[in-house]
Nanobody, 126 residues
Framework: QVQLVESGGGMVQAGGALRLSCVVSGRAFSNNAMAWFRQAPGKEREFVAAIGGRWSGGATVYSDSMKGRFTISRDNAKNTVYLQMNGLKPDDTAVYYC?????????????????WGQGTQVTVSS
């Protein structure tokens, strides 16, 4: 049974930081791309960042609006992917989801990912 479990969400003031974690179990991990998406109320799900599997050398891609503030990383020994979020803004308020792909190169669209977590809420107050 494949499971992706996110944690680390919460409420923070504008300018603050949070670190999200996502632990994967029940499937291969180290050679598979991982990503973070988010969905704000009334909006479509949005790509945040992705990191490739081992064969891609851990290549990273970011949404232009988050590049420079967010950093994605992974620890293959722990089957975990992280999202460090700095300089948070109220517009970053959303449910954040992690997802895993069958590809080693990181896709930027959600149809490139096969398994998803339940999400963790991030709320940024002004």
């Amino acid at each position: 049974q494949v499971q992706l479990v996110e944690s680390g969400g919460g409420m923070v003031q504008a300018g603050g930081a949070l670190r999200l974690s996502c632990v994967v179990s029940g499937r291969a991990f180290s050679n598979n791309a991982m990503a973070w998406f988010r969905q704000a109320p009334g909006k479509e799900r949005e790509f945040v960042a992705a990191i490739g599997g081992r064969w891609s050398g851990g290549a990273t891609v970011y949404s232009d609006s988050m590049k420079g503030r967010f950093t994605i990383s992974r620890d293959n020994a722990k089957n975990t992917v992280y999202l460090q979020m700095n300089g948070l803004k109220p517009d970053d308020t959303a449910v954040y989801y992690c997802a895993i792909s069958n590809y080693f190169s990181p896709p930027r669209t959600d149809n490139g990912y096969t398994d998803w977590g339940q999400g963790t809420q991030v709320t940024v107050s002004s």
